[in-house]
């Protein structure tokens, strides 16, 4: 429907008939996200963390309940996010059993943490235990101050 038809030339109208325009594309692939974009957000959603500053290094705590250590990956990208990702698969079912609730969550998860300028990526540990995931980042040492130079003035 053109709104032009009826009398209505304003620009907000114009701007209305554009948006309706839009809406009945075949091709939503500009407007909406891809699966991919959708299915990661929900796993970074999903998984929560806390992240602690010590005088020495940074630590970032990941709750991961019923993860093996093999299903967990940690990876740095651009040399300065560490992304912490893997997959909570679901237990087989027994013979004879069925869920009659199921609220623990499966499936994948991530998280990404961008690194302060001060983080040595080269120095990075995780440790999962009792199903509490620390990642420990070291950081840098604090450059030492320049000391001045001094020049030696000669007499003319």
């Not at 059993?97 to 998280?111: D, I, P």
Request: proline share 6%.
């Amino acid at each position: 429907m053109d709104l032009r038809m009826m009398a209505f030339d304003s620009p907000l109208f114009s701007v209305l008939q554009h948006l309706h325009d839009a809406g009945d594309d075949s091709d939503k692939s500009v407007s909406c996200p891809s699966r991919t974009y959708a299915r990661d957000a929900r796993a970074m959603a999903a998984t929560a963390a806390d992240v602690m500053e010590s005088p020495n290094s940074y630590a970032f705590i990941v709750d991961m309940p019923g993860v093996k250590s093999g299903d967990i990956k940690v990876q740095v990208e651009d040399d300065n996010v560490v992304v912490i990702s893997g997959e909570r698969k679901r237990e087989e079912e027994k013979e004879g059993a069925k869920y009659v609730r199921m609220e623990r969550r499966v499936g994948k998860f991530m998280r990404k943490f961008a690194l302060p300028e001060n983080a040595n990526t080269d120095k990075i540990s995780a440790v999962c235990q009792d199903g509490v995931l620390t990642v420990t980042v070291e950081k840098l040492p604090p450059p030492e101050p320049k000391k001045p130079k001094t020049i030696e003035v000669k007499i003319a």
